[in-house]
Protein backbone atom coordinates (compact mmCIF):
# COMPACT_ATOMS: atom_id res chain seq x y z
CA UNK A 1 0.00 0.00 0.00
CA UNK A 2 0.89 3.11 -0.76
CA UNK A 3 2.03 5.53 2.30
CA UNK A 4 -0.64 8.18 3.22
CA UNK A 5 -0.67 11.09 5.22
CA UNK A 6 -2.17 10.64 8.99
CA UNK A 7 -5.92 11.69 9.93
CA UNK A 8 -6.82 14.00 12.82
CA UNK A 9 -8.64 11.42 15.10
CA UNK A 10 -13.00 11.64 14.87
CA UNK A 11 -14.05 13.33 17.88
CA UNK A 12 -15.48 11.36 20.29
CA UNK A 13 -19.09 10.60 20.02
CA UNK A 14 -20.95 11.78 23.17
CA UNK A 15 -22.87 9.37 24.49
CA UNK A 16 -24.86 8.98 28.27
CA UNK A 17 -23.00 8.55 31.45
CA UNK A 18 -25.28 4.45 31.63
CA UNK A 19 -23.83 3.83 28.07
CA UNK A 20 -20.32 4.24 29.19
CA UNK A 21 -20.42 2.35 32.08
CA UNK A 22 -22.39 -0.57 30.50
CA UNK A 23 -19.62 -0.86 27.69
CA UNK A 24 -16.33 -0.63 30.07
CA UNK A 25 -17.88 -3.37 32.29
CA UNK A 26 -18.23 -5.33 29.55
CA UNK A 27 -14.40 -4.31 27.81
CA UNK A 28 -13.49 -5.03 31.58
CA UNK A 29 -14.73 -9.01 31.33
CA UNK A 30 -13.19 -9.44 28.35
CA UNK A 31 -9.54 -8.67 29.97
CA UNK A 32 -11.00 -11.24 32.15
CA UNK A 33 -12.47 -9.68 35.31
CA UNK A 34 -14.39 -12.08 36.95
CA UNK A 35 -14.91 -10.10 40.23
CA UNK A 36 -16.63 -7.93 38.31
CA UNK A 37 -19.33 -10.78 38.65
CA UNK A 38 -20.02 -10.26 34.80
CA UNK A 39 -20.17 -12.82 31.89
CA UNK A 40 -19.99 -13.29 28.33
CA UNK A 41 -24.03 -13.41 28.41
CA UNK A 42 -24.11 -9.84 30.63
CA UNK A 43 -22.00 -8.77 27.25
CA UNK A 44 -24.84 -6.38 25.10
CA UNK A 45 -25.05 -7.95 21.80
CA UNK A 46 -24.78 -5.45 18.47
CA UNK A 47 -27.90 -5.44 16.84
CA UNK A 48 -27.92 -6.23 12.79
CA UNK A 49 -25.47 -3.90 10.69
CA UNK A 50 -27.09 -1.00 9.47
CA UNK A 51 -27.18 0.04 5.91
CA UNK A 52 -24.37 2.02 4.59
CA UNK A 53 -23.44 5.58 2.76
CA UNK A 54 -20.35 3.84 1.59
CA UNK A 55 -19.60 4.16 -2.13
CA UNK A 56 -21.32 1.39 -4.14
CA UNK A 57 -20.01 -1.56 -6.04
CA UNK A 58 -21.27 -2.11 -9.44
CA UNK A 59 -24.73 -3.71 -9.46
CA UNK A 60 -25.23 -7.57 -8.69
CA UNK A 61 -21.36 -7.28 -7.89
CA UNK A 62 -19.20 -8.42 -4.80
CA UNK A 63 -15.53 -7.82 -3.84
CA UNK A 64 -12.84 -8.83 -1.79
CA UNK A 65 -9.97 -7.00 -0.59
CA UNK A 66 -7.10 -9.43 0.86
CA UNK A 67 -4.35 -5.75 1.67
CA UNK A 68 -0.78 -6.36 1.06
CA UNK A 69 -0.61 -5.51 5.33
CA UNK A 70 2.97 -7.15 5.88
CA UNK A 71 3.38 -10.20 8.20
CA UNK A 72 -0.71 -10.20 9.34
CA UNK A 73 -4.38 -10.36 7.97
CA UNK A 74 -6.71 -7.65 7.04
CA UNK A 75 -9.88 -8.59 4.45
CA UNK A 76 -12.49 -5.83 3.13
CA UNK A 77 -15.75 -7.26 1.57
CA UNK A 78 -17.51 -5.00 -0.15
CA UNK A 79 -21.18 -5.71 -0.35
CA UNK A 80 -23.48 -5.85 -3.51
CA UNK A 81 -25.66 -3.00 -1.51
CA UNK A 82 -23.03 -0.89 -0.53
CA UNK A 83 -22.49 -2.22 2.67
CA UNK A 84 -19.04 -2.62 4.24
CA UNK A 85 -17.27 -5.71 5.91
CA UNK A 86 -13.57 -5.50 7.57
CA UNK A 87 -12.21 -8.97 9.25
CA UNK A 88 -8.98 -7.67 10.85
CA UNK A 89 -6.28 -5.27 10.66
CA UNK A 90 -2.77 -5.61 9.91
CA UNK A 91 -0.87 -4.41 12.68
CA UNK A 92 0.06 -0.88 14.06
CA UNK A 93 2.98 -0.63 11.96
CA UNK A 94 0.26 -0.05 8.72
CA UNK A 95 -3.14 1.18 10.08
CA UNK A 96 -2.52 4.34 8.98
CA UNK A 97 -2.16 2.94 5.10
CA UNK A 98 -4.87 0.49 5.72
CA UNK A 99 -7.21 3.49 6.97
CA UNK A 100 -6.48 5.63 3.77
CA UNK A 101 -6.98 2.82 1.25
CA UNK A 102 -10.39 1.77 3.23
CA UNK A 103 -11.33 5.47 2.43
CA UNK A 104 -10.32 5.11 -1.38
CA UNK A 105 -12.42 2.22 -1.78
CA UNK A 106 -15.36 4.15 -0.22
CA UNK A 107 -15.34 2.11 3.23
CA UNK A 108 -15.74 5.64 5.41
CA UNK A 109 -18.57 2.86 6.84
CA UNK A 110 -17.73 -0.16 8.08
CA UNK A 111 -21.08 -2.43 8.56
CA UNK A 112 -18.85 -5.19 10.11
CA UNK A 113 -16.11 -5.33 11.86
CA UNK A 114 -14.79 -9.04 12.65
CA UNK A 115 -11.33 -8.94 14.63
CA UNK A 116 -10.76 -13.16 14.59
CA UNK A 117 -8.49 -13.64 17.75
CA UNK A 118 -6.44 -11.10 19.72
CA UNK A 119 -2.87 -11.21 18.43
CA UNK A 120 -1.45 -8.01 17.44
CA UNK A 121 -0.80 -9.17 13.91
CA UNK A 122 -4.87 -9.34 13.34
CA UNK A 123 -5.85 -6.33 15.97
CA UNK A 124 -3.31 -4.07 15.58
CA UNK A 125 -4.70 -1.43 13.37
CA UNK A 126 -7.85 -2.19 14.69
CA UNK A 127 -8.84 0.47 17.03
CA UNK A 128 -7.59 2.86 14.44
CA UNK A 129 -9.81 1.89 12.50
CA UNK A 130 -12.72 2.44 14.79
CA UNK A 131 -11.25 5.60 15.62
CA UNK A 132 -11.45 6.99 12.43
CA UNK A 133 -14.01 5.17 10.42
CA UNK A 134 -17.73 4.75 11.58
CA UNK A 135 -17.90 1.23 12.45
CA UNK A 136 -21.45 -0.11 13.28
CA UNK A 137 -21.30 -3.22 14.97
CA UNK A 138 -18.03 -5.90 16.40
CA UNK A 139 -17.79 -9.44 16.30
CA UNK A 140 -14.95 -10.94 18.47
CA UNK A 141 -14.40 -14.70 19.48
CA UNK A 142 -14.60 -15.55 23.17
CA UNK A 143 -11.67 -16.25 24.78
CA UNK A 144 -11.13 -18.58 28.45
CA UNK A 145 -10.05 -16.06 31.18
CA UNK A 146 -7.35 -18.00 31.49
CA UNK A 147 -6.04 -16.86 28.17
CA UNK A 148 -7.74 -13.14 27.59
CA UNK A 149 -4.24 -11.08 26.50
CA UNK A 150 -3.12 -8.60 28.72
CA UNK A 151 -1.49 -6.81 25.75
CA UNK A 152 -1.58 -3.09 25.44
CA UNK A 153 -2.45 -3.33 21.77
CA UNK A 154 -5.77 -5.60 23.14
CA UNK A 155 -6.45 -3.09 25.64
CA UNK A 156 -6.37 -0.27 23.01
CA UNK A 157 -8.56 -2.26 21.02
CA UNK A 158 -11.12 -2.57 24.25
CA UNK A 159 -10.71 1.26 24.95
CA UNK A 160 -11.61 2.11 21.12
CA UNK A 161 -14.55 -0.20 21.19
CA UNK A 162 -15.95 1.72 24.99
CA UNK A 163 -15.10 4.89 23.61
CA UNK A 164 -17.27 4.36 20.52
CA UNK A 165 -20.12 3.54 22.15
CA UNK A 166 -20.00 0.28 20.79
CA UNK A 167 -20.77 -3.29 22.09
CA UNK A 168 -19.38 -6.56 21.30
CA UNK A 169 -21.32 -9.72 19.67
CA UNK A 170 -19.13 -13.00 20.31
CA UNK A 171 -18.97 -15.29 17.45
CA UNK A 172 -21.64 -18.06 17.78
CA UNK A 173 -20.18 -21.08 15.07
CA UNK A 174 -24.09 -21.73 12.58
CA UNK A 175 -25.15 -17.82 13.15
CA UNK A 176 -25.35 -15.17 10.18
CA UNK A 177 -23.95 -12.51 10.57
CA UNK A 178 -24.69 -10.77 7.67
CA UNK A 179 -27.73 -11.74 4.97
CA UNK A 180 -28.60 -9.30 2.28
CA UNK A 181 -28.54 -9.07 -1.35
CA UNK A 182 -27.80 -12.74 -1.99
CA UNK A 183 -24.46 -12.21 0.29
CA UNK A 184 -24.45 -14.50 3.38
CA UNK A 185 -21.94 -14.56 5.69
CA UNK A 186 -21.90 -17.21 8.55
CA UNK A 187 -19.95 -18.15 11.06
CA UNK A 188 -17.88 -21.85 11.47
CA UNK A 189 -15.93 -21.57 13.98
CA UNK A 190 -14.37 -21.65 16.95
CA UNK A 191 -16.06 -24.57 17.98
CA UNK A 192 -14.55 -25.00 21.38
CA UNK A 193 -14.09 -23.18 24.64
CA UNK A 194 -10.59 -23.79 25.77
CA UNK A 195 -7.50 -24.82 23.40
CA UNK A 196 -4.44 -23.42 24.83
CA UNK A 197 -3.15 -21.76 21.74
CA UNK A 198 -5.00 -18.25 20.75
CA UNK A 199 -4.88 -18.84 16.92
CA UNK A 200 -7.48 -21.77 16.89
CA UNK A 201 -10.04 -18.84 19.14
CA UNK A 202 -10.34 -17.94 15.29
CA UNK A 203 -13.33 -16.50 14.33
CA UNK A 204 -13.94 -18.89 10.85
CA UNK A 205 -16.31 -16.98 8.58
CA UNK A 206 -17.38 -18.80 4.94
CA UNK A 207 -19.28 -16.11 2.47
CA UNK A 208 -21.71 -17.26 -0.22
CA UNK A 209 -22.59 -15.02 -3.23
CA UNK A 210 -24.48 -17.04 -6.03
CA UNK A 211 -22.31 -19.84 -6.91
CA UNK A 212 -19.06 -18.50 -5.71
CA UNK A 213 -17.80 -18.88 -1.77
CA UNK A 214 -14.76 -17.38 0.59
CA UNK A 215 -13.57 -18.85 3.47
CA UNK A 216 -11.66 -16.48 5.90
CA UNK A 217 -9.72 -18.83 8.28
CA UNK A 218 -7.79 -16.11 10.51
CA UNK A 219 -4.53 -18.41 12.17
CA UNK A 220 -7.03 -21.43 12.96
CA UNK A 221 -5.08 -24.34 13.19
CA UNK A 222 -5.44 -28.37 12.62
CA UNK A 223 -7.45 -28.50 15.72
CA UNK A 224 -9.92 -26.22 14.54
CA UNK A 225 -10.10 -27.76 11.02
CA UNK A 226 -10.34 -31.26 12.47
CA UNK A 227 -13.50 -29.67 14.97
CA UNK A 228 -15.35 -27.97 11.62
CA UNK A 229 -14.98 -31.41 9.71
CA UNK A 230 -16.60 -33.03 12.10
CA UNK A 231 -19.08 -31.06 12.71
CA UNK A 232 -20.14 -31.19 9.23
CA UNK A 233 -20.24 -28.15 8.06
CA UNK A 234 -20.15 -27.21 4.56
CA UNK A 235 -16.93 -25.99 3.89
CA UNK A 236 -16.17 -25.53 -0.20
CA UNK A 237 -14.95 -22.42 -1.27
CA UNK A 238 -14.04 -20.74 -4.41
CA UNK A 239 -11.42 -18.86 -2.49
CA UNK A 240 -9.50 -20.08 0.51
CA UNK A 241 -7.65 -17.77 2.33
CA UNK A 242 -5.04 -19.82 4.18
CA UNK A 243 -5.16 -20.22 8.11
CA UNK A 244 -1.83 -18.83 10.03
CA UNK A 245 0.05 -17.11 7.04
CA UNK A 246 0.08 -20.62 5.00
CA UNK A 247 1.90 -21.98 7.96
CA UNK A 248 2.52 -26.01 8.10
CA UNK A 249 0.24 -25.82 11.44
CA UNK A 250 -2.63 -24.65 8.84
CA UNK A 251 -4.44 -26.48 5.98
CA UNK A 252 -3.97 -29.93 6.59
CA UNK A 253 -4.80 -32.27 3.95
CA UNK A 254 -8.23 -33.05 4.77
CA UNK A 255 -9.54 -29.78 5.73
CA UNK A 256 -7.70 -28.53 2.08
CA UNK A 257 -9.91 -31.77 0.58
CA UNK A 258 -13.41 -30.31 1.95
CA UNK A 259 -12.59 -26.88 0.93
CA UNK A 260 -11.16 -27.59 -2.62
CA UNK A 261 -10.55 -24.28 -3.31
CA UNK A 262 -9.80 -22.82 -7.05
CA UNK A 263 -7.88 -19.91 -5.72
CA UNK A 264 -5.97 -19.73 -2.51
CA UNK A 265 -4.23 -16.33 -0.61
CA UNK A 266 -1.82 -16.22 1.84
CA UNK A 267 -0.97 -13.29 3.16
CA UNK A 268 2.35 -12.56 4.68
CA UNK A 269 5.27 -10.81 4.75
CA UNK A 270 8.16 -10.26 2.80
CA UNK A 271 11.37 -12.31 4.06
CA UNK A 272 9.19 -12.82 7.29
CA UNK A 273 11.10 -14.69 10.28
CA UNK A 274 8.58 -17.26 10.12
CA UNK A 275 9.64 -19.14 6.95
CA UNK A 276 5.80 -18.31 5.86
CA UNK A 277 4.24 -20.10 4.04
CA UNK A 278 5.74 -23.04 4.35
CA UNK A 279 6.96 -25.55 1.89
CA UNK A 280 4.51 -28.19 2.80
CA UNK A 281 1.42 -25.72 2.67
CA UNK A 282 2.62 -24.95 -0.83
CA UNK A 283 3.18 -28.48 -1.96
CA UNK A 284 -0.30 -29.19 -1.33
CA UNK A 285 -1.86 -26.80 -2.69
CA UNK A 286 0.13 -27.33 -6.38
CA UNK A 287 -0.82 -30.87 -6.12
CA UNK A 288 -4.45 -30.10 -5.06
CA UNK A 289 -4.44 -27.70 -8.60
CA UNK A 290 -4.82 -24.64 -6.40
CA UNK A 291 -3.97 -21.08 -7.97
CA UNK A 292 -1.94 -19.19 -5.19
CA UNK A 293 -1.87 -15.51 -4.72
CA UNK A 294 0.48 -14.16 -2.39
CA UNK A 295 0.67 -10.64 -0.33
CA UNK A 296 4.24 -10.78 -0.33
CA UNK A 297 4.99 -11.50 -3.73
CA UNK A 298 2.06 -9.61 -5.55
CA UNK A 299 0.78 -7.11 -3.34
CA UNK A 300 -3.11 -6.42 -2.35
CA UNK A 301 -5.07 -9.13 -4.04
CA UNK A 302 -9.00 -8.75 -5.38
CA UNK A 303 -11.40 -10.77 -6.03
CA UNK A 304 -14.50 -10.13 -7.35
CA UNK A 305 -17.62 -11.77 -8.50
CA UNK A 306 -21.29 -11.25 -9.67
CA UNK A 307 -22.11 -15.00 -8.28
CA UNK A 308 -20.93 -16.98 -11.22
CA UNK A 309 -17.02 -16.73 -11.29
CA UNK A 310 -14.72 -15.16 -9.34
CA UNK A 311 -12.03 -12.65 -11.15
CA UNK A 312 -9.07 -12.81 -8.99
CA UNK A 313 -6.51 -9.71 -10.12
CA UNK A 314 -3.11 -8.72 -7.93
CA UNK A 315 -1.84 -4.83 -7.58
CA UNK A 316 1.53 -5.97 -7.51
CA UNK A 317 4.47 -4.80 -5.26
CA UNK A 318 5.98 -1.54 -5.71
CA UNK A 319 9.17 -0.72 -7.57
CA UNK A 320 8.79 -4.53 -8.95
Given at each position: ?????R???R??KK???????????AA????G?????????D???G??P???AA????E??LE?V?FD??Q??SEL?R???G???L?D????A??????E?????GAE?????VA???????I??????I?Q???R?????R?AE??TP??K??????Q?????G?S?TPA??????WN??G??L?VL?????????????SVVL????G???F??T???E???????????Y????T???CG?????T??S?AF???????????S????????HP???T??KL???GV???R????????A???G??V???A?G?Q??
Amino acid sequence: MAKGRRYAPRRRKKQPLWISAVVLLAAAVLAGARQLGFSWEDLPVGGSPASSAAQAMPEGTLEVVYFDVGQADSELIRLPGGQNILIDAGTSATQDELVEELRSLGAETLDLVVATHPHADHIGGMAEVIEQLDVRKVVMPRVAESETPTTKTYENLLQSIADEGLSITPAEPGTELWNENGAVLTVLGPNGSEYGNLNNYSVVLRLTFGEDSFLFTGDAETECEEEMLAKGYDLSATVLKCGHHGSETSTSQAFLDAVSPQYAVISCGVDNDYGHPDAVTLDKLSTAGVEVFRTDLQGTITAVTSGSGVTMTAQGKQGT
